[in-house]
């Protein structure tokens, strides 16, 4: 069996992503001993009674003790505060990551607390379900996804190749890239389609001229998928928009923009131009499908129970 990239891991975080780290990086050998942290003790008990690591710790610092690569896999408005604690115990020369949706912001907390010698990859595994928790996690999870890397400016390229060739063992793509143009992707390929999300489906349960059960009873397609995106973990989506403030108005402004633009369109009956923009974005989708992330099968290619993209 091939050796495993990193011979102790430890994850700070154990929900759908931290967990499905854990069961992808057992069942590829990517990494031998597993140690998992949770701050919530009942989370904890459950990954444990799931059998996701091989060790489980309730002090943070603690679990990262002698860890050749830490992943935090926890809300990015919390990575500050988790470095800080963990910093003492990081072995040097270990790796330390994330799993964060905003990166500028991670690097920004996080960074002041890495002790020299310990190498910083920010990442971000570009994959997720609307669910959540240890029992939401599954080993597939990243297959035939991105994980987009951003290390600052001076990283170590060993530490870097290293972390690629886990994600790479894993199931994932990889790609590297700043930390400022990941965000303005991010902004507007997940961030602002949530945020549209989040209030479409609220602008339907405030309507006084449809009930609740009626917004239920006769969802089509696309609110369902709204619906499907807008379940996603409240804490989560509410530290990405905090933490990706400037991007996430950029793009929305834009958004905006071309909104009015099409509200025009349909006040005037200016069908030709209409008709000209869904061909155009249609070709999006097909692009889509023919990158392989995504299929052409019924429910959007989402086999029931699991989703692609509601993570960040």
């Known amino acids: 069996m091939t050796d495993p990239v990193f011979p102790r891991l430890a994850l700070i975080g154990i929900g759908l992503i931290g967990a499905?780290?854990?069961?992808?990086?057992?069942?590829?050998?990517?990494?031998?001993h597993v140690a998992i942290h949770s701050r919530t003790g009942r989370t904890l008990r459950r990954a444990e009674e799931l059998g996701l690591g091989d060790s489980y710790h309730s002090d943070p610092a603690e679990a990262v003790r002698d860890a050749d690569c830490v992943i935090?896999?926890?809300?990015?408005?919390?990575?500050?505060?988790?470095?800080?604690?963990?910093?003492?115990?990081?072995?040097?020369?270990?790796?330390?990551?994330?799993?964060?949706?905003?990166?500028?912001?991670?690097?920004?907390?996080?960074?002041?607390?890495?002790?020299?010698?310990?190498?910083?990859?920010?990442?971000?595994p570009v994959a997720g379900t609307e669910y959540s928790g240890p029992d939401a996690g599954f080993a597939e999870l990243f297959e035939n996804r991105w994980c987009i890397l951003t290390p600052p400016p001076g990283t170590d390229p060993d530490a870097v190749e290293r972390l690629s060739e886990f994600w790479s063992r894993i199931g994932a793509n990889v790609e590297t890239m700043t930390a400022?143009?990941?965000?303005l992707v991010l902004a507007i390929t997940s961030h602002v389609p949530h945020l549209i999300a989040y209030n479409i489906v609220g602008t339907a349960e405030d309507l006084e001229t449809v009930t609740q059960s009626e917004v239920m009873k006769f969802s089509a397609g696309g609110f369902r998928d709204f619906t499907r995106i807008a379940a996603s973990d409240p804490t989560m989506w509410r530290d990405i928009f905090l933490n990706n403030k400037e991007a996430v108005l950029e793009m929305l402004g834009r958004f905006t923009e071309d909104l009015t633009a099409l509200q025009r369109l349909i006040r005037y009956g200016e069908g030709d131009k209409l008709y000209d923009r869904f061909a155009r974005t249609r070709e999006i989708?097909?692009?889509?499908?023919?990158?392989?992330?995504?299929?052409?099968?019924?429910d959007f290619g989402r086999p029931h129970g699991k989703g692609d993209d509601a993570a960040g």
């Open 20 to 32: 499905s780290i854990a069961l992808a990086a057992r069942k590829t050998g990517a990494a031998g």
């Open 180 to 183: 400022e143009h990941h965000d």
């Open 285 to 298: 989708r097909r692009g889509i499908i023919a990158a392989g992330q995504e299929t052409e099968a019924a």
């Open 72 to 124: 935090l896999c926890i809300p990015v408005g919390a990575s500050g505060e988790a470095a800080k604690a963990i910093s003492a115990n990081l072995k040097p020369g270990a790796i330390i990551s994330d799993v964060g949706s905003v990166k500028s912001s991670v690097i920004a907390q996080m960074a002041p607390h890495i002790p020299e010698g310990v190498h910083f990859v920010p990442a971000h």
